[in-house]
């Protein structure tokens, strides 16, 4: 399974950005997945799941209400938009495969990483 995500960049605070992950592989429609981040000198903490169907979804409180998680199975895709964005968003986003069909916001459960996309909110 491959993934590739992309979408970063740098932005205003308050502004928008909308990451994709497209995905390789045959697992995407059985599998959650999940948005995480890792700003410098920090751990890695997820942002933002979706289980397999796509039914059920799950945020971090610090983005709740701001951002949000989508997924089309047919495309193999994973989106995050993420709006009103903040100086403390700021971090390399990864998309990650889960081992489960359900939102797990457990990073160790994730056995599938892309490499990563940067989000620099300036202030």
């Known amino acids: 399974v491959q993934l590739q995500a992309c979408g970063g960049g740098l932005v205003q605070a308050g502004g928008s950005l909308r990451l994709s992950c497209a995905t390789s592989g045959r697992t995407f429609s059985t599998s959650a997945m999940g948005w995480f981040r890792q700003a410098p000198g920090k751990e890695r903490e997820f942002v933002a799941g979706?289980?397999?169907?796509?039914?059920?979804?799950e945020y971090a409180d610090s983005v709740k209400g701001r951002f949000t998680i989508s997924r089309d199975n047919a495309k193999n895709t994973v989106w995050l938009q993420m709006n009103s964005l903040k100086p403390e968003d700021t971090a390399v986003y990864y998309c990650?495969?889960?081992?489960?069909?359900?939102?797990?916001?457990?990073?160790?459960?994730?056995?599938?990483w892309g490499q990563g996309t940067l989000v620099t909110v300036s202030s």
């Open positions: 979706i289980s397999a169907t796509g039914g059920s979804t």
């Open positions: 990650a495969v889960s081992a489960f069909a359900g939102v797990v916001p457990v990073a160790r459960v994730y056995n599938y």
